[in-house]
């Protein structure tokens, strides 16, 4: 099974700053057929399901804002959050869908 | 409109079985992936199965064998058969849609104890 891991529990980072969550995978999520990376960012707020954010490692899903984006491929991916928000303040996962069991990340904790 | 709404979580001793359902609007319950993801108290998110729009079925290590995950194109509903629950099997249950869970249901709360 890929393992998948992020360099930080959490971090806080001012208004306005950047943030920045690293997620690695134990093994290339790149599929060489179609040149994507099967990865995915995903935001969760407390007592709210997760909401996609990021798919294909880069490509933001529609309605999210561009602050939100992602970047890497193989098995080092980074999400970047441009000038946070408030409403920024959430847990942040990655997910591989590359090879069955997909697998999360354990999360980064995004703090103002 | 698109939507997924989950039901059938409760109260379960340990050795008891549970059926979750998933109900489908706005596309075919058959025509996507669909996945069940959960999530234990205070923890992360944990990928359970997922059904592709062929047939084929996976599952998390930590289920195989005793969770059965199905699809009701009649009811356009997804389903997931849990046996042998167990105390870590406590979390809040949802059923996704789309190869990367583009969309999701609000959750069932399952909880495993005597």
């Known amino acids: 099974d890929i393992v998948m891991t992020q360099s930080s529990d959490s971090l806080a980072v001012s208004l306005g700053e950047r943030a920045t969550i690293n997620c690695k995978s134990s093994q290339s999520v790149l599929y060489s057929s179609d040149n994507k990376n099967y990865l995915a960012w995903f935001q969760q707020k407390p007592g709210q399901p997760p909401q996609l954010l990021i798919y294909?490692?880069?490509t933001r899903k529609s309605g999210v804002p561009d602050r939100f984006s992602g970047s890497g491929s193989g098995t080092d991916f980074t999400l970047t959050i441009r000038s946070l928000q408030a409403e920024d303040a959430a847990i942040y996962y990655c997910?591989?869908?590359?090879?069955?069991?997909?697998?999360f990340g354990p999360g980064t904790r995004v703090a103002i | 409109e698109v939507q997924l709404v989950e039901s059938g979580g409760d109260l379960v001793q340990p050795g008891g079985s549970l059926r979750l359902s998933c109900v489908v609007s706005g596309f075919g319950v058959r025509v996507n992936y669909m996945t069940w993801v959960r999530q234990a108290p205070g923890k992360g998110l944990e990928w359970v199965s997922v059904v592709y729009g062929d047939g084929r079925r996976y599952y998390a290590d930590s289920v195989k064998g005793r969770f059965t995950i199905s699809r009701d194109s009649s009811e356009n509903t997804l389903s997931l058969q849990m046996t042998s629950l167990r105390a870590e099997d406590t979390a809040i249950y949802y059923c996704?849609?789309?190869?990367?869970?583009?969309?999701w249901g609000q959750g069932t709360r399952v909880t495993v104890s005597s």
């Open positions: 294909w490692a880069s």
């Open positions: 996704c849609s789309g190869l990367f869970c583009d969309l």
């Open positions: 997910l591989q869908y590359y090879d069955p069991p997909f697998t």
